[in-house]
Structure formats: C-alpha cells, structure tokens
C-alpha cells in the first residue's frame, strides 16, 4: 500500500492507523504546491488532489481521511481501533469521525485559506472554533479517549487537527482536558513513530 501524504496535513491520521494496525505501507509526500510526487503527477493517483489518499495493494484509492481510517480499521478487526460494524458504538465513533471532518477540519481550513483576511479570522475563531474546542474539551473531561477509556482511530483524527492550531495562533493551552489528551496521544509509539516519519518530531 501507499499512502500519500503531506507533513503536518490530514495525512497524519490516517499513517497513525495504518501503523496503529501493524499493516505495511509506503509514505509518499506530495508537493501541495505542484500536485506532484516522486511518482509524477499527483491527479493521476486522485482527480480531488487532495491528501489523503491510500492506494491499495490492487492499485485502488480510497480518499477521504475519515473513510481511510474505517477502512484501515476494518482490515485489522482484532486489534479493536473502532467498534464493530453494525454496532450503536461504531455509530458513535462515526459520529464523532464526521464531527471531526466537519465542525473542527473543514473549521480549521478557514484559518489557513489565504482568501480569508485576518480579521475574518480572528472573530472566526472566537465565534465558531471556540466553541468546537470547548465541546470536545468538555467531553474529554470525562473521557481519556473520544468513546471512553480506550483509544480508537477517531482520537487519531481528533489528534491530527488538533496539532494545527498553534500553527495559526490559536492558544488552546486553557483546554486543560485538550491539553492532557494531547499528552496522552503524544505517549503512543505509532503517534510518536508517526510525527517522525513526516519530520514533525526529531527522532
């Protein structure tokens, strides 16, 4: 398998899973710039352009990180990253996989588009991410993990966006409960192994 990728994007997520389930794959970085790869043009992998994308062993692509990551759970069912199929519990970890991809991602593109100006931003953030952030770090006051005391492949996506935020100056550090699931995640070797695959962290 492939996965395609570009450091501290979207991609991140989905190689936490692909490594949290033991499964093989290669990292392949694309330019965002240019569209390409080492392999050549990237809308011949994907027609969207956009990272991720998991080429299969078959040479099919997956896209979508929320999709990608039930895919890569699904393959590795005994190692439990989310529930069951077909199980209420599956449906809340979708729930929270959508929420994720919606209200927090598709939140957080706002504030590295460069066709918002900066004020725009700013009451942005205080008016609509605030209160996303104050969601989530209210649900993890009493959970450790998004679906309770055990890890599952939405905190890999939860983690994944919640990295960006410094990037654009957002201070989560009054998230106390945001702060500790962040210290929490970061103890996982696959997170770990992962941010270091893509030059976040220092080996």
């Known amino acids: 398998m492939k996965l395609y990728f570009s450091p501290g994007s979207c991609g991140l997520s989905p190689q936490i899973a692909l490594r949290e ?87 957080m593109a706002v504030m590295f588009s460069s066709f918002v100006d900066a004020d725009s931003k700013r009451r942005f953030a205080e008016g609509n991410l605030a209160n996303v952030f104050a969601n989530i770090d209210g649900h993890l006051s009493t959970h450790d993990y998004l679906l309770g005391d055990r890890f599952s492949l939405a905190d890999a996506y939860l983690f994944n966006v919640l990295t960006w ?23 996982r070797p696959a997170v770990r192994a992962a941010l270091i695959a893509e030059g976040l962290r220092a080996a």
């Open 21 to 107: 389930a033991g499964l093989d794959f290669d990292l392949v970085k694309v330019d965002f710039s240019t569209k390409q790869t080492a392999e050549g043009d990237y809308y011949a992998v994907t027609a969207k352009g956009f990272v991720p994308a998991l080429q299969l062993d078959d040479g099919d692509v997956i896209t979508e990180g929320a999709v990608i990551l039930q895919w890569i759970a699904d393959q590795r069912p005994e190692r439990q990253l989310l529930p069951a199929p077909g199980t209420r519990q599956r449906y809340e970890a979708m729930e929270w996989l959508n929420y994720v991809a919606t209200d927090l991602h598709k939140g």
């Open 165 to 187: 935020p410094s990037r654009v100056n957002i201070d989560l550090s009054g998230y106390a409960h945001i702060q500790q699931f962040l210290g929490r995640m970061e103890l």
